[in-house]
């Protein structure tokens, strides 16, 4: 091999007799190490004037020869001429943070299944205990008033509505803030923050105080409700995530069940409503610790930002420790990057950019905002349910012209067993047959759908990519999909030979439609129960009938619920919690608003005619998801959403 003496020094020759020293730079292993070495030769071996040729060494002769001499010798600037190699090309001219690929315990996808789930029950906890405390102040209104000495009834219910007012209003900034720092922290700090205005409305001297401070812990509560269903859909592929956001989504709808049960009984026996406030305090005093403890990043791209920080500081110091020569400095074979600019400043453009996302969600795309009304519709019937079921059973509520069972305060909260046992038979179903129903779906597409002929000709790899998702209107993002390789390439060349103008596409995977058919059969359910319930109810039969319209409306709601929630998610792709910050945001308004006209909507209608007015509208669910179901993707692809 022979060597350009344009840059790099005279090769070393065979060596006989000392008679003069070259100095030259090898690079070794690619690090651009510079070494002296010292090679003797004669007259003979540098340069035989009677055949006027040169005796060359071996490539690895000189790497040979630079080791040994390198362990001999000590670098002496003032004595040596180093002609140093040319350091790596920076990263900066072609990494970014789009191309980082995660690998191994880096992408939460591949996390170990013991970890993710306790990543889940965290975010599941956090998810339940706030819709707890939402109502478990309900039962002690009256004592509210008596207390602070009200006289208004709708004054009575503003500790609730507030705070379900809050839990409206915080996903507009906690779930921006979760897609541009990541979501770690926003659970860590929002749980302190809501830790602490707990024991502020515990400690209230009076109803504005209280209201303020119930807005403010529901703001900060609403961490959970918002950013749980983004984290699962984080960890999960499309055809796995059935599972975890059933058991995630039962909190928001059995933790005002539990509430109310818990609040029932602490309401009589205490006759006090700083109690249960102090119930939920120390109960929440637990969400910045486990939050601190179990959970870790799972924004992918906030992760592949942090690696490509992180590779950046690395190359720039390795880049500064092999500081080029003049020379390349001349011919431009090194190059620093540009500065980035300033941390705070990049922070706040892109935290501008994510606040704005979910109101973009809401005007510009229909699916989502259909899916979050229908989802907000289901939760003001369950809290319009909750201040039906105090009329009709408690005795201290009853109402003149309307049907009551006469019991005390504590025993109507049983009431509520039969709603939480009706969310949990529905968690269960979803648990059990969600994901096999997806599977068998996208086994049948696969099945149907007939290969086109698009790309280039070639085996497809079998190793599943991930992709980070397009946004709310494609929903191709969420899939994992085959990745095809460029025919005969090595790695790092250029094809081969020519590409081939055809070639069978991968087939199609899941679409987010095939959650749908649930959300079918729960519509029905949903409505059977309000009419079985408020018929029931009207008649003044026993209990149990009553209860058993209780226990449908607690399944159809939870079974609806929780499957429009994974559709969302797997429509919204890395834009998840955006799109469920505009569902937290319009369930929260209607379950805030329901009650208040639930009272005037019982006394003017009755039980049978006001419930089934509820029920009739719940079937508008049904032809939504049919149409969704048969016109879904198409719709998707009309309105796509980037961000």
Known sequence: MYY??????????????????????????GTGYAASSIATHDDHSVFDSGNGKETLASTDDILKAAKKNAAIHNYNSSTSTLARAPPPPHPAKTLTPESIELEGTEDPRQWSAAWKWATVATISWAGFLSPLASSIIAPATGVIAHDLHLTNRLVEVLPISMYVLGLGLGPFLLSPVSETIGRRWVYIVS??????????????????????????AGFAGSTGPCLGAASIGDMFAPAQRGKAVAIYALGPILGPSVGNILGSFIAERTRSWTWPLW????????????????????????????????????????????????????????????????????????????CTRPFKLMFTNPICTIVALFQAYIYGILYLCFATLTILFASEAAEPGLHNYGWSLGLSGLVYIPLGLGSISAACINVAFANRVYAFLVKRDLDQEPRRVKGVEGQVGAAPGRSAGNGSGSGSGMQDVPLTPLPNTAAGGPPSGPAPTSAPAPARGGRPEFRLPFVCLAA????????????????????PLPFLG????????????????????????????????????????????????????????????????????????????????????????RFEFKG
Not at 527 to 532: H, N, P, R, V, Y
Request: aromatic share 12%.
């Open 4 to 29: 350009s003496t344009s840059n790099i020094p005279p090769p070393l020759r065979s060596p006989t007799t000392p008679s003069t020293i070259t100095t030259y730079s090898a690079s070794i292993n």
């Open 191 to 216: 749980g302190l923050i809501f830790f602490l205005f707990n024991v502020g409305t515990a400690l209230a001297p009076n109803m504005a105080a209280l209201a303020v401070l119930r807005l403010l």
């Open 279 to 354: 119930i939920v305090t120390i109960a929440s005093v637990t969400l910045p610790i486990t939050s601190y403890c179990f959970l870790t990043e799972t924004y992918a791209p906030v992760l592949k930002e942090r690696k490509y920080e992180r590779l950046l500081r690395e190359a720039e110091q390795q880049h500064q420790r092999a500081v080029p020569s003049p020379e390349h400095k001349d011919n431009g074979i090194v190059t620093s990057p540009p500065p980035p600019p300033p941390k705070f400043q990049k922070l706040s453009k892109a935290l501008a950019i994510a």
């Open 524 to 543: 029905l359910i949903l409505a059977i129960g309000l009419f079985w319930f408020g018929w029931s109810a009207q008649a003044g039969t026993r209990w």
């Open 550 to 637: 209780i226990f449908l409306l607690g399944i159809g709601a939870t079974l609806a619920f929780q499957c429009l929630m994974v559709y969302l998610v797997d429509c919204s792709g890395r834009f998840a919690a955006s799109a469920i910050a505009v569902s937290v945001l319009l369930r929260s308004v209607l379950g805030a608003t329901f009650p208040l006209f639930g009272k005037n909507l019982y006394t003017s209608c009755g039980y049978g005619w006001g419930n089934s007015v509820l029920g009739f509208a719940a079937l508008a669910i049904l032809p939504f998801s049919v149409f969704m179901l048969l016109r879904g993707e198409a719709m998707r692809k």
